[in-house]
Structures are given as structure tokens and as C-alpha cells.
């Protein structure tokens, strides 16, 4: 009796253990596959979300400049810096380029335009703000303190173009006076590090803004 018990409780044969070992690879591969892709989605989330922080942050900056371009309260026609005899104009575009040059008597407004001539100490009174295409960033000079452009953004930035209209709304015509820009779009295309699976390319956005110039 003892020995018919001891046959009856058998243990898994080879055959249900293969079974069983094949089902939870199964169920493990399916597990993990599913958490690699989450955390793909989440990690490519991230990406976008630095890129588009980045532009707007670089969009908001610009608009401080672009909104206190053209402030002259003192009339002044000429400006010592960065060199002597310099135009005051506020607004020039670099329809070459594509960089835009901004001046304004904002630090302190005094009518010296970057501060008087071999003494060029008033920054952000005359600036450019330029895209370097083969770093993928936004630089900035303030040419009446330096000759050397810094690094504004991460190298997230595929584009920056400036889009000038007249008071009409109409594009602006580069052979008239820069005095007829009344308005000033702002474009700033990112490019995400991570690659979208279907175009094998990065992942492209365009954020925008528009800034109303001072009148001049």
C-alpha cells in the first residue's frame, strides 16, 4: 500500500517542463518588450519636451529685444558703438544670412546708443541674433561690448527665420527702408536627438511668435 502511494505522486514530466519553461518566456519577452516601449515613448516625450523648451525659451528672449528695438528717446541719428559714426536704424535685417540686428537706448537711455565712442560699455543696446547651422543653435553678439557670438540655446535648433511685414501685413520688401517693418514673425524649427521609427529621421517642430515693432 505504502508503495502504490509513493508511485502515484509523480513530478513533472520533461515534456510539461519544456511547456511550462516556453510559456513563461513567452510571458516575460511580452513583459519586457512592453516596458522597453514604454519607456521609449516616455523617453522620446522627454526629448520633445526639451527641444520645445528650448525654443520657446529662445522665442521669449528674442521678443524682449525685438520689443525694445527702435526705442530712441533721445532722437540720437548716429551711435559711437561699435564703431564711430554707426547708423541708428533699431531694426537691420540680413536678408543674406538671415541674422537680425537690433538697437535700441534702453541701458541706461541716455542717447549713446552702446555708450560714446572708445568707451563701449551699455549692453543690449546693439545686438545680432544669428542661427549657426552647423552647430544646430542660436548664437548672440552684442556688438557694442564684443566681437565674440555666445551660445544662447542647446544645439536642438534646425532653423530661426525672421519673417518682416509691413503695417499692411504684407511681407516687407527688402528694397525699402527698414523703417517700414512694422511687425516681426519669429519661426524656430527643433530637431529631437531621438529618430522617428516610420521616417528613420528626427522628429522636426516649428514654433512661432510675432512681436509688433516700436514705431520709428
Known amino acids: 500500500m505504502t508503495v502504490t ?3 502515484d505522486h509523480r513530478g513533472f514530466t520533461l515534456v510539461e517542463l519544456l511547456v511550462a519553461s516556453v510559456c513563461t518566456v513567452i510571458v516575460l519577452g511580452g513583459a519586457v518588450a512592453l516596458t522597453a516601449q514604454i519607456q521609449g515613448g516616455y523617453r522620446r516625450q522627454i526629448e520633445d519636451s526639451v527641444g520645445e523648451q528650448e525654443a520657446r525659451y529662445a522665442l521669449e528672449w528674442i521678443g524682449r529685444y525685438l520689443r525694445s528695438a527702435g526705442n530712441n528717446p533721445f532722437n540720437a541719428i ?6 564711430a559714426g554707426t547708423a541708428f536704424v533699431g531694426l537691420i535685417p540680413n536678408t543674406t544670412t538671415g541674422a537680425l540686428t537690433l538697437q535700441s537706448d534702453s541701458n541706461p537711455p ?3 546708443i552702446g555708450g560714446s565712442t572708445g568707451l563701449c560699455n551699455q ?6 541674433i544669428s542661427h549657426n547651422a552647423t552647430l544646430d543653435e542660436i548664437q548672440f553678439l552684442d556688438q557694442a561690448v564684443g566681437t565674440t557670438a555666445t551660445t544662447r540655446t542647446d544645439r536642438v535648433i534646425e532653423s530661426l527665420q525672421f519673417v518682416y511685414l509691413d503695417s499692411s501685413r504684407v511681407a516687407w520688401d527688402p528694397a525699402t527702408s527698414a523703417s517700414n517693418i512694422f511687425y516681426v514673425q519669429t519661426n524656430i524649427t527643433i530637431r529631437t536627438r531621438t529618430v522617428n521609427a516610420t521616417s528613420g ?11 509688433r515693432v516700436r514705431g520709428r
Open 110 to 112: 541716455d542717447g549713446l
Open 201 to 211: 529621421t528626427p522628429t522636426t517642430r516649428t514654433l512661432s511668435s510675432e512681436i
Open 78 to 83: 548716429t551711435s559711437g558703438c561699435p564703431t
Open 123 to 128: 549692453t543690449h543696446e546693439h545686438v545680432t
Open 5 to 7: 502511494r509513493l508511485k
